[in-house]
């Protein structure tokens, strides 16, 4: 039987909100995009686990401070221009 939110257990939750945890600082390979192949399809903003990738002007701008690394933009790209590169190789 389904139970109503009073019976369930209490868990933590966040008095902030999301946008404080900079989950960029765990990145250890970014993604760089190539313009000039780029088709602005939105592809890659549309899949970002982390809606770290803004349009600006249609154009994939990756916000580094979200940005975890996870590779799934340049998986998705049907383009490929989306390559990931080790942060220390940036
Ligand atoms: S690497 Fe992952 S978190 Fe970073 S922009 Fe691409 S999909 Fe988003
Ligand atoms: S998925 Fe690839 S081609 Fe499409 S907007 Fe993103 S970078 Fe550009």
């Known amino acids: 039987m389904t ?3 009073e019976e369930l257990p209490l868990t933590p939750i966040s008095t902030e909100p999301s946008t404080i945890n900079l989950t960029g600082l765990w990145r250890v390979i970014r993604p760089v995009v190539d313009k000039e192949k780029c088709k602005k399809c939105k592809i890659c ?3 970002c686990p ?3 990738i803004k349009l ?3 154009e994939p701008v990756i916000d580094l401070r979200y940005c975890k ?3 799934i933009c340049a998986f998705e790209c049907p383009q490929k221009c989306i390559i990931m590169v080790r ?3 940036a």
Do not use: L, Q
């Open 3 to 5: 139970k109503s939110y």
């Open 45 to 47: 903003w549309k899949f």
């Open 50 to 52: 982390d809606a770290a």
């Open 56 to 58: 600006v002007d249609g």
């Open 69 to 71: 690394g996870c590779g």
């Open 87 to 89: 942060e220390d190789e």
